[in-house]
């Protein structure tokens, strides 16, 4: 009971991480219906961005861990927005009126090309990061194990919450919310009243983008050890986690991030921790055999 219950406490907590960068992924695919590719690279950037501030903040003589979290947050999120929004002007706009492929090319040769910068730029090699969170809380103990709830995945949690929480407010109650719903219900006719589709589909990457940031801020204090390939493989997991929730739902998108999180750490705890990738991708297929739309996704309605 004690050692599920500290599986259930680490399934969610990288579940949370899942789940940020999930809502990306679905925010583009609801938008222009496309995946980006490099999204998992823009989270990766993320943390590495998060790895220099905090590094740079920590030379400068700020030992104050709550301001030099928030000043990294800041700037990782500032930086990896710019990103996001290089992306979509270059991978994207160029091609929106092209064969649907074109783009999905076009995201892969720059998630290729930011996974070549970081590790041109900042070395092959993984980048240790020594804990700021240290200790924690202990829940129960029994049998002589101790059930621990650190202080790192008490604030990974409740930043994750925040932060989408203040995103659905974004989405739900302003004007740029109301732009990017109409978009995705239907872009010619959004712009046909006034909407200007650019500028709301670039706010889209933005905003995906910083989200992605704040995931590899939680991702680096959470395992302390990052490299350049983190990207492909968190972004696979959570391009796993939005299909699997529904692609184009945001709640689907942290439900489908929560279930790989917890698939995942549960796999590596009772079974082969070599063969918990297979066991994420193994229970998608068989989501999608009977829910083919995902758990939380509608069906599309195609216009005539």
């Not at 006034?194 to 983008?209: P, Y």
């Not at 995942?264 to 229970?283: M, P, Q």
Request: charged share 10%; proline share 3%.
């Amino acid at each position: 009971m004690a050692y599920a219950l500290q599986q259930l406490i680490n399934g969610v907590t990288l579940g949370m991480i899942y789940g940020l960068i999930a809502v990306g992924y679905t925010m583009v695919y609801g938008i222009i219906g496309m995946i980006n590719f490099a999204h998992g690279d823009i989270f990766m950037v993320g943390a590495f961005l998060s790895l220099i501030a905090l590094t740079g903040l920590s030379g400068l003589g700020i030992t104050s861990v709550p301001i030099a979290l928030a000043l990294t947050l800041v700037f990782a999120a500032g930086i990896a927005a710019l990103y996001g929004w290089t992306v979509e002007r270059v991978a994207y706009r160029p091609l929106r009126g092209s064969f649907r492929l074109a783009p999905l090319i076009s995201a892969i040769g720059m998630s290729i090309v930011l996974q070549n910068f970081v590790q041109v730029s900042q070395g092959a090699r993984v980048k240790p990061m020594p804990a700021l969170l240290p200790g924690g809380v202990k829940l129960m103990e029994q049998d002589g194990f101790a059930v621990q709830l650190s202080w790192m995945q008490i604030a990974i949690v409740i930043t994750t919450l925040t932060v989408l929480a203040i995103f659905t407010w974004l989405v739900t109650k302003t004007p740029l919310g109301r732009s990017m719903r109409a978009c995705e219900q239907d872009l010619k006719m959004a712009g046909l009243l006034g909407i200007d589709t650019d500028r709301t589909i670039s706010l889209t990457f933005v905003i995906g983008a910083a989200l992605a940031a704040v995931a590899g801020l939680m991702f680096l204090l959470y395992y302390g050890v990052i490299d350049f390939f983190i990207g492909f493989i968190a972004g696979v997991k959570a391009f796993t986690a939005a299909v699997l929730g529904g692609i184009g739902s945001l709640p689907g998108a942290v439900l489908g991030g929560l279930l790989i999180g917890l698939i995942e750490t549960f796999w590596s705890a009772y079974f082969s921790v070599e063969y918990k990738d297979v066991a994420a991708f193994a229970i998608l297929i068989v989501a999608l055999i009977f829910l083919p739309t995902g758990i939380l996704g509608r069906a599309d309605v195609e216009k005539v």
